[in-house]
């Protein structure tokens, strides 16, 4: 049974040839274009799963880039009843290090965020609380360990070459 129609199927399509190549074309274009765009919403969905309450975390865009003034987020805050918790994020492009053993070394992911980043992200410290002040600083377990080694950074100084100069960041978390 399955033979035969098959067999009838590939004569029918031998026969009518132009028509038959643009149906299978047209459908293979079809299912491709609905496969794709698929692959996009279930990619374009799994961001920010991780962050606790991620249906109420939004990022502001302004025009094309996520660059906006640095006081937006406290104005948004004071004035909209809405907006319960901010952070503001910046990546640096370029940062130079002097590590404890004296030696310099050129940061590249190095970013600055405000200390509720940790609340609202739901990132959970090693060792040691967020940082408070300007003087502070939280590292990643891979930054600790590539500039400490094993011993606890808690409390040890880094110095980072800002514009004006270097800064002296002391560690508060890992």
């Known amino acids: 049974m399955i033979f035969s129609d098959l067999k009838t199927a ?8 132009v028509p ?8 293979g274009i079809g299912l491709g274009c609905i496969i794709v765009l698929m692959a996009l919403i279930i990619h374009e969905k799994s961001f920010d799963r991780f962050v606790p309450g991620y249906q ?6 302004f025009g094309t880039s996520a660059q906006t003034q640095f006081p937006l987020a406290e104005t948004m805050a004071g004035e909209y009843a809405e907006v319960k918790d901010y952070f503001r994020y ?6 130079q290090i002097k590590t404890p053993e004296n030696e310099m070394v050129t940061e590249q ?7 509720s980043i940790f609340r609202i992200t739901g990132i959970k410290f090693l060792s040691g609380t967020p940082a ?3 003087s502070e600083v939280a590292i990643s377990d891979e930054s600790a360990l590539k500039y400490f080694g094993n011993s606890s ?17 002391t560690i508060s978390g890992v």
Not at 90 to 95: D, G, H, R, V
Request: glycine content about 8%; overall charge positive; aromatic content about 10%.
């Open 10 to 17: 590939v004569r029918s399509i031998l026969r009518n040839r």
């Open 20 to 27: 038959s190549a643009i149906s299978i074309l047209g459908m």
């Open 56 to 61: 109420n975390v939004y990022r502001i865009v």
């Open 90 to 95: 910046y990546q640096a492009n370029t940062l």
């Open 109 to 115: 992911n190095f970013g600055f965020a405000d200390p």
């Open 132 to 134: 408070n002040s300007v």
């Open 153 to 169: 950074p808690i409390g040890s100084v880094l110095q980072v070459k800002f514009t004006d100069g270097f800064s002296k960041l």
